[in-house]
Nanobody, 122 residues
Framework: VQLQASGGGLVQAGGSLRLSCAAS????????MVWFRQAPGKEREFVAA????????HYADSVKGRFTISRDNAKNTVYLQLNTLKPEDTSVYYC????????????????WGQGTQVTVSS
């Protein structure tokens, strides 16, 4: 399983970005997908998750109302729309594939994308 994250960049506070995570092969449609982020000197933190069908999503309190996770199973891709960005959103964002169809808090993830840098200037 290979996950390729993209879409990061430099944006001013209040701006928007859309991250994408493309999965290889027939290894996507039946699994939950999750976005994490890690800022320099900080631990990796959960950002958002979506179940296998896209029917339910979960968000960290820090991004709720600003970020939206979605997926297109026909394209083997999960997206993270980042709106109203803040400097504290600056991180490397990683996508990961769950081991089942539904998000389980605290679960371990075996498949990760390489990360995409998001930098928000004030």
């Amino acid at each position: 399983v290979q996950l390729q994250a993209s879409g990061g960049g430099l944006v001013q506070a209040g701006g928007s970005l859309r991250l994408s995570c493309a999965a290889s092969g027939r290894t996507f449609g039946g699994y939950a997908m999750v976005w994490f982020r890690q800022a320099p000197g900080k631990e990796r933190e959960f950002v958002a998750a979506i179940n296998w069908s896209g029917g339910s999503a979960h968000y960290a309190d820090s991004v709720k109302g600003r970020f939206t996770i979605s997926r297109d199973n026909a394209k083997n891709t999960v997206y993270l729309q980042l709106n109203t960005l803040k400097p504290e959103d600056t991180s490397v964002y990683y996508c990961a594939r769950g081991s089942g169809g539904y998000y389980v808090p605290g679960a371990k993830y075996d498949y990760w994308g390489q990360g995409t840098q998001v930098t928000v200037s004030s």
